[in-house]
């Protein structure tokens, strides 16, 4: 069975009690819950006060035992302001050596982009401990891919995606959309070129989704990467000013405007149902007539 670590570099756990129940689900199943500690941390909207919150992305470089996976209680905000003050060094050091398995989505994007951009390391972007392994009802389809990504050195993952005919091979990277375009300018974000763009957010109309895509497509992140994969959006409900303009709408208007591949449909994100992504891995997206295959290896599993 294998060690869990806790961090909590972004927002405060409201929900305590999910916590508690994805602690206790993760110890039934045989597993071990280090750092609990910064589950109850508070300090206004944040998991604690900055230099706590620093902490948890610096101590990781000193953390002792093999198989260690590194999860995130929750997202929120809170991660952008630590950026500057993280070690980086020590941590590329650390996973160059002897790789924590860190796993996380949402604000913690720009964290696992830093480690990206500034040494190639690879992280999952996948389940976090309140919001999934707390979940009131634990999603056998997140589980059973949270596992796949961290226990096999390459799997496959399939589903009936929407977009052009494709046949591309890159370096698997993104994350959730609006904070990877927080980073658009900054020496945290990857300078990719012909990768597997993967997109995923909540909570964002889908204009706010479209003039965050036009701000990376004018930036040329968009052009110069190989496909673009997009997962959930969840809570991009339009309304009657929209008039029939829709997330389809906003995909379709995309593709019009870029030269390569658009695939949708993936499961992926804010969703109680998610895959993990192992973010800086090798991966070759496959799409005709409606099913897509994304063949994902290179990166550190359980040993």
């Known amino acids: 069975m294998s060690q869990f670590h ?4 972004s927002g405060y756990c409201i929900n305590q009690s999910a916590a508690e129940m994805g602690v206790g689900r993760l110890i039934s199943a045989g597993h071990q819950v280090n750092h609990q500690q910064v589950i109850p941390r508070r300090s206004q909207r944040f998991a604690g006060v900055e230099s706590e919150r620093l902490a948890d992305i610096n101590q990781l470089a000193e953390l002792k035992g093999k198989n260690q996976i590194v999860l995130a209680v929750r997202g929120g905000y809170g991660a952008s302001r630590l950026l500057d003050a993280i070690n980086w060094p020590s941590l590329v050091a650390r996973q160059q050596q002897d790789p924590l398995l860190i796993c996380g989505h949402s604000d913690f994007t720009v964290i696992q982009l830093g480690l990206l951009a500034k040494g190639d390391v690879i992280t999952f972007s996948g389940p976090m401990l309140a919001g999934n392994f707390g979940a009131e009802t634990l999603n056998d389809f997140t589980v059973h891919h949270f596992w796949q990504a961290l226990r096999n050195e390459s ?3 399939e589903w009936a995606g929407d977009g052009p005919q494709c046949r591309e091979e890159g ?8 904070m990877l375009t927080s980073l658009v300018g900054t020496p945290w974000m990857p300078q990719i070129s012909d990768g597997i763009l ?10 706010r989704v479209e003039r965050m895509l036009l701000q990376l497509l004018y930036a040329g992140i968009l052009p110069r ?4 994969v997009l997962g959930s959006f969840t809570g991009a409900t339009p309304n009657d000013y929209d008039a029939g303009y829709d ?3 906003m995909y379709d208007y995309l593709r019009s405007r870029l030269a390569i591949p658009v695939i949708s449909g993936l499961d992926f ?7 993990t992504l192992p973010l800086g891995a090798q991966a070759k997206l496959v799409h005709s007539a409606g099913a897509t295959t994304l063949a994902i290896s290179g990166h550190p599993v359980l040993r």
């Open 171 to 178: 370096k698997l990277w993104g994350g959730n959309l609006a």
């Open 198 to 207: 993967v997109l995923e957010d909540i909570n964002e109309h889908p204009f």
């Open 247 to 249: 997330l389809q709408t």
């Open 155 to 157: 799997f496959t993952l």
């Open 225 to 228: 990467q190989k496909a673009i």
């Open 269 to 275: 994100g804010h969703e109680q149902r998610t895959v």
């Open 6 to 9: 806790l961090i909590a570099p």
